[in-house]
């Protein structure tokens, strides 16, 4: 294989991986303060929607951007407030906003835009363009590092770098700050907030502010950068694929990003080599191919890659004890 | 503010000028869940600098109470005064604020995280965790070294023993400024060691000028580290003592509102044939951590054989395998039949004589949500007087036979229709008592017969057993209250760490050797050495 293929693939799997990236970080804030979110499919897919119908309709691809942040907030809310001022069931929860916003879009799409719940095609300034960054052109003829740094690194729209500094600072927020003290303490035992005075339902709240905007941005990605436009059910199980990686990576920011990576990597092999030949054997069909990443993610929810602990609080609603 | 301002006055031109005022004063709390009056017209006054002890049975809401005072419940009516200041405390925030500080029976600690990050969690005091923490690392050697609070900072919690994450829990509160300091059930967990340590700490503590609040059921510790005494019942405290002026039986009585015997009336046993025998029972977790090393013993008709040890140390493992119902390495035989523990069985040990009170009543002696009729039957259900054919119950027979439990064991309220979960926690043990001890077992194994028992409950549990075991029956007694284990025993075997460490007759051997053993130290050359070392004590 020549650094040619090498980079090319390397370059996909990073535009591949940011939506999951996304993602999964949007789930790491919602499940380490205790609350599990199923529904980060529904809430990229609205987000998609609602940035690709606004773009096409004013042209921004940052009004676009804006509107699908809002979407997706909207969603969060719906799920905060039924898991955590309701405290319901937080799968039935998810299961009803991946529904409700499959419905939607549909629904909607084809209402407003008459193209079988597409959106129309976004050009010029309704998508986020390609960055270069500084010296890539210079840089290019440099042996190894040039070719990297040009094809793999630079050359992004904003929202991929958006998603990749949101690991480091994740992270930074995580473990060096008061709130992530306490989101992560919330997650665990709620009733050790609760009794250190910090409103339990009031952190979770933060924690799901933040899984809306990055859900948001993930969708806002998929349909304005990735994509030009909105396809209908175009995210396609990503959700569910940035969950598995979170249990992958054992809901920490770092390994959050290789779980991801590998993932993309995955999804670039399936698209860049459609039909294997084996020797001998056959070809390996195009279809397996593009199933990779959702092979890997049954594998892992299945628990072959090592145990992982959630949460221990994850997934219940938190009542005070008599 | 105001209310501040208008006391002012009264206190200069009242008596109370020389005594400084109460480090907290409760005036007429009241609280209620539902139709569960937990706490009526309460008033208390808690001494500066004092350990002030609060007992009362189980229920009888001294939690409630204490939670009102820590912020973790609103009362529905009263006042609370700190330091003669009246303060409203909405939440635990408020309650610190006033420097009020509580360690709950249940710890609340993040167990993952370390001790340091416990001990900040809520007072970070900046949005950044860097300097919290160093302060918080600063203050911990200080405390280490005023009040033999030492811990490692960055140990994580969950690689901390009980005794130590109680301690963290105490630094929390001091960390905080507590003043006033709560502790809930502090020693239900600890050996006697760590407790005897515990109330060293308090006593520093208060001799520091904090003031100590102590909630208990066990009257020893009130005696031995409490300056003044309040005993609550049903929701009310009915008397407030000197310690020096009362008594454990003036105490127990006070509790539960009549006399009653502290020690059990027991004749001697009169051990017949060997009904149990186990050998070198092992058992390995799904972690692959040893719980049980090499158990061996006997068990004969006639005798209670009570294990003691601090809970964790295998005792759980031990009662789970010999009814049956998780698989060992090892020999057991019941009666003259051989019991495979490999494939544990628990319907064919029942049928087999071995009836079973589990430890946790409510997760695997009761199904909470049943009736009572429901839950009488249970693990005799196959058998032919409940079967109506074609699969079906006979309800009227468990109604009829559930009927029965209830009077002869006086269950209350003798109704059997109610839910499991709306008695008491007496009440519950007593159906799961009557049912297993009705059927008139040939070994009955028994764990925690009374925690979270009342009183007057624990009295009429503790004579069924005495007269099971003088009808013939072999008793297996596992408890981790050693009061229990020194009055029922006939022989005590103690299990620290999956083995166990010795044998004992309760005759020749006293709390303090028990609490080694327990412990996992062997106080010297076993039986003799003590005995002629506590003779030589004596003389």
Known sequence: MD??????????????????????????????SGVFDIGLEGKMLIAAFFAAATAAVT???????????????VFSMLHAVASITFRGNQLISGVAINFLAVG?????????????????????????????LPGAARL??????????????SGHSILVYIAFLAVPLTWWVLYRTRFGLRLR???ENPAAVDTAGISVPLLRYQALVITGILCGIAGAYLSTSMNAGFVREMTAGKGFIALAALIFAKWRPWPALFATLLFGLLEAIGIRFQNVELGGIGTIPVQFMQALPYILTVVILAGFVGKAIPPRAGGEPYVKEE | MSA????????????????PPPALRLVGISKSFGPVQANRDIHLEVEKGTIHGIVGENGAGKSTLMSIIYGYYQADAGEIEVHGRKVEIRSPQDAIAAGIGMVFQHFKLVENFTVLENIVLGVEGGALLGPALRRARRMLVELARDYELAVDPDAVIETLSVGLQQRVEILKALYRH??????????????PAEADHLFRILRSLRDEGKTIILITHKLREIMEVTDRVSVMRQGEIVATRETAATSPEELAELMVGRKVLLRVEKPPARPGDRVLEVRDLCLRDEKGVERLKNISFDLREGEILAIAGVAGNGQSELLEVLSGIRAARGEVRLGSEPLDVARPDARLAREMGLAHIPEDRQRRGLVMEFHGWENTPFGYHHEPRFDRGWGLMDQKEMKRDAAGKFERFDIRPANPDLEARSFSGGNQQKIVVAREIEHNPDVLIVGQPTRGVDIGAIEFIHRQLIELRDAGCAILLVSVELDEVLSLGDRILVMFDGRIMGERRPEE????????????????APEAGTATGAEGREG
């Open chain 2, 178 to 191: 507590a003043d006033i300091l709560i502790l809930d059930e502090p020693t239900g967990v600890l050996t």
């Open chain 2, 4 to 19: 501040e301002v208008t006391r002012a006055p009264g206190i200069e031109s009242g008596e109370a000028r020389a005594a």
């Open chain 2, 509 to 524: 051997t006293d709390e303090r050797e028990l609490g080694l053993l327990m412990a996992g130290v062997d106080p010297g």
């Open chain 1, 140 to 153: 290019a003829d440099v042996p190894v590092i040039g070719p990297v740094y040009a094809e793999v690194i």
């Open chain 1, 3 to 32: 650094l040619d293929i090498v980079l090319q693939l390397a370059d996909s799997s990073v535009r591949l991986a940011t939506p999951l990236l996304l993602a999964c970080l949007a789930g790491l804030y919602s499940e380490r």
């Open chain 1, 104 to 132: 939607m879009t549909a629904l909607l799409g084809h209402t407003w835009f008459r193209q079988g719940g597409q959106t129309p095609q976004l050009v010029g300034d309704a998508r986020f363009h390609a960055i270069e």
């Open chain 1, 59 to 73: 042209g921004s691809a940052w009004v676009g951007l804006a509107a699908g942040l809002a979407a997706s907030l």
């Open chain 1, 185 to 187: 303490a919330v997650g």
